[in-house]
């Protein structure tokens, strides 16, 4: 699960940072994130069990995305700043839903396990967990590889892809749908785990250049080691198990901080 994960996420990552042209963006820019962790922690509240949670939280990450695309759609065209100012509202608007439900939760039972999940931890995937995730996962992933050229156009802009024959707004589609499967499967599964999609994608770009054909690739590969990795020195370092969100940032703020530096933001 940490690979599959680690590797979607990074691949999302490095598909959106492609698609809004800009190095420092998630996979969490579009509000997946904030709606899942709602319908998780809407899960926990009303005592689901383990799959009931799961479900909530994937299908509350999908919606948050389609008020997302529908709020920023205009004419029958998505513009880019639209898509994040959206993103940006949506997410505000969950993350105002999950406090209130923080707000109402027991504070001896399901207050500290909502705040626990939303650390983020593999400490309770199962092989259940797994084989349920792979599917939708590894499909997404399939698209966004396909997909890979077309990030090369989309990437230099809308202007210069329509003028190159491209449908932009279908290929938007595709990526949004793919990196939303992704991202709303691994919240549900795993929590909230950052900074796995703007890292990864932002170190590969470094060693592999901005192609897109190769970029792709090397993040799916990276970042599925780099999860695994961080996986187990959460498992080593302390007696108890560091929640996974943690580590990722704790180690990726700085790290990413560093790489913004020698880059200059830069996309190369």
């Known amino acids: 699960m940490a690979a599959l994960v680690g590797a979607g996420l990074s691949m999302s990552g ?20 904030a709606g899942a962790s709602f319908g998780a922690a809407l899960g926990l509240v009303l005592e689901l069990p383990a799959i009931g949670i799961q479900f909530l939280a994937f299908i509350s990450g ?24 959206s ?4 997410s505000t608007f969950f993350q105002a839903m999950l406090s209130l439900l923080k707000f109402l939760a027991d504070d001896e039972e399901k207050l500290p396990a909502i705040t626990f999940w ?52 279908a290929i938007k589609a595709m990526i949004i749908v793919c990196t939303t499967i992704i991202s709303s499967t691994a919240v549900a599964f795993c929590g909230i785990i950052g900074w796995v999609g703007q890292v990864i994608p932002h170190f590969c770009r470094m060693v592999v250049g901005p192609d897109h054909r190769v970029l792709i690739p090397a993040t799916m590969l990276v970042g599925a ?31 990413f901080a560093y790489l913004l530096r020698k880059t200059k933001g830069g996309w190369n």
Do not use: H
């Open 14 to 33: 490095a598909s959106f940072q492609g698609m809004f042209q800009n190095p420092l963006v998630s996979p969490f820019i579009l509000g997946v994130s």
């Open 87 to 90: 993103g940006m509202v949506v």
């Open 225 to 255: 080691g780099y999860l695994i990795l961080i996986d187990n020195l959460c498992r080593l370092l302390t007696a108890t198990e560091i929640p996974l969100g943690i580590l990722t940032a704790v180690i990726g703020a700085p790290v």
């Open 118 to 169: 939303l650390m983020g931890s593999l400490g309770s995937v199962g092989l259940k967990d797994l084989a349920i995730a792979t599917i939708p996962i590894l499909v997404s992933m399939t698209g966004l590889f396909l997909l890979r050229w077309r990030l090369n156009v989309l990437s230099m802009g809308e202007r210069e892809a329509r003028s190159l024959g491209v449908n932009n707004e």
């Open 62 to 85: 999908l919606l948050a995305v389609v008020i997302t695309y529908l709020t920023a759609r205009i004419y029958k065209v998505t513009p880019v700043l639209m898509l994040v100012l």
